[in-house]
Nanobody, 123 residues
Framework: QVQLVESGGGSVQAGGSLSLSCASS????????MAWFRQAPGNRREGVVV???????RFAEFVKGRFTISRDNTRNIQYLQMNNLKPEDTAMYYC?????????????????WGQGTQVTVSS
């Protein structure tokens, strides 16, 4: 059974930090690109960051310099460290495993989704 379980969301004031984690099971984690997406109320779901198993990372422009990502391929966990958070970062954040051979922040490339974790940033 495929599972992606996010944790670590919460509420923080602008300028603060949060760390999200995503524990995966039921599929070949190390061979796939893993990503984070987010969706704010009334907005489309958008890609935040994608990482491949070799350490390659691509961030969306709006989080560059503020967010970092890491993954533990032995424990099948990926982490998203979010610093200098802004109110516009408020959204539900979703962990995603991409289809084999795909490594771009494209919704159609997502193979598996987590259930999401809420991040709220107040001004």
């Amino acid at each position: 059974q495929v599972q992606l379980v996010e944790s670590g969301g919460g509420s923080v004031q602008a300028g603060g930090s949060l760390s999200l984690s995503c524990a995966s099971s039921g599929f070949s984690y190390s061979g796939l690109c893993m990503a984070w997406f987010r969706q704010a109320p009334g907005n489309r779901r958008e890609g935040v960051v994608v990482s491949d198993s070799g350490g390659g990372i691509r961030f969306a422009e709006f989080v560059k310099g503020r967010f970092t990502i890491s993954r533990d391929n032995t424990r099948n966990i990926q982490y998203l460290q979010m610093n200098n958070l802004k109110p516009e970062d408020t959204a539900m954040y979703y962990c995603a495993a991409l289809r084999p051979g795909r490594c771009q922040l494209v919704l159609d490339y997502v193979h598996y989704w987590g259930q999401g974790t809420q991040v709220t940033v107040s001004s």
